[in-house]
């Protein structure tokens, strides 16, 4: 069974720039999760969907940060205009609904 | 209070030894439970998780939850140099939410 795919893997900004992720989650996982990881910190949820619905985005810095997953599989995050805090490694995860969520490699950001 | 409670450590274990890794959440409505390992640099990975009361063995590794005392544990029996990582505790709430706490960070001394 493959993974949760995403990219890229790294990126590089200056700050006022944007920015996109893309997450393909593993075939026939119904929930699709966006983690943005500070060094030294647990993952923070920003956003959270159930096939292309939003469930949960309370966390999720609306002026700046957007997402979509369109047809209830791959998924994109965007953030227009990056500042310097936004500098983390943001996670993709899915989960089939049985509570274990399976995490892709990650997107490693650095705004300067 | 934070919603997922860990303390961040180090924690420093003898090779071979137990290594107990500690978390509080204070949902009362949580229902279930999830230890993950993350190396430096890398994603966390799941090893284990529990729903209910009780004692939960996978190989090396225990999770043991009190919900009354909203309280969950990992212990590491036999524990190796692999072993050293990041446990980060999460917990789930009926909407599939999943909240991590902080994690420790743990250190296994040939």
């Known amino acids: 069974e493959a993974g949760v795919a995403q990219s890229p893997r790294y990126k590089i900004i200056e700050k006022r720039q944007s920015v996109a992720f893309w997450c393909n989650p593993i075939?026939?996982?119904?929930?699709l999760y966006w983690y943005q990881q500070i060094l030294g910190q647990g993952p923070k949820l920003l956003i959270q969907?159930?096939?292309?619905?939003?469930?949960?985005d309370s966390q999720l810095p609306k002026d700046r940060f957007s997402a979509e997953r369109l047809k209830g599989v791959d998924s994109t995050l965007k953030i227009q205009p990056a500042k310097l805090e936004d500098s983390a490694v943001y996670l993709c995860?899915?989960?089939?609904?049985?509570?274990?969520?399976?995490f892709g490699p990650g997107t490693r950001l650095l705004v300067l | 209070q934070k919603e997922v409670e860990q303390n961040s450590g180090p924690l420093s274990v003898p090779e071979g030894a137990i290594a107990s890794l500690n978390c509080t959440y204070s949902?009362?409505?949580?229902?279930?439970f999830f230890w993950y390992r993350q190396y430096s640099g890398k994603s966390p990975e799941l090893i284990m998780f529990i729903y209910s009361n009780g004692d939960k063995e996978d190989g090396r590794f225990t999770a043991q939850l009190n919900k009354a005392s909203q309280y969950v544990s990992l212990l590491i029996r036999d524990s190796q140099p692999s072993d050293s990582a990041t446990y980060l505790c999460a917990v789930k709430n009926g909407n599939e939410k999943l909240t991590f706490g902080t994690g420790t960070r743990l250190t296994i001394i040939p």
């Open positions: 949902d009362r409505g949580s229902q279930s």
């Open positions: 995860a899915s989960s089939s609904g049985l509570g274990a969520k399976y």
């Open positions: 075939s026939g996982h119904a929930t």
């Open positions: 969907f159930q096939n292309n619905g939003v469930v949960d």
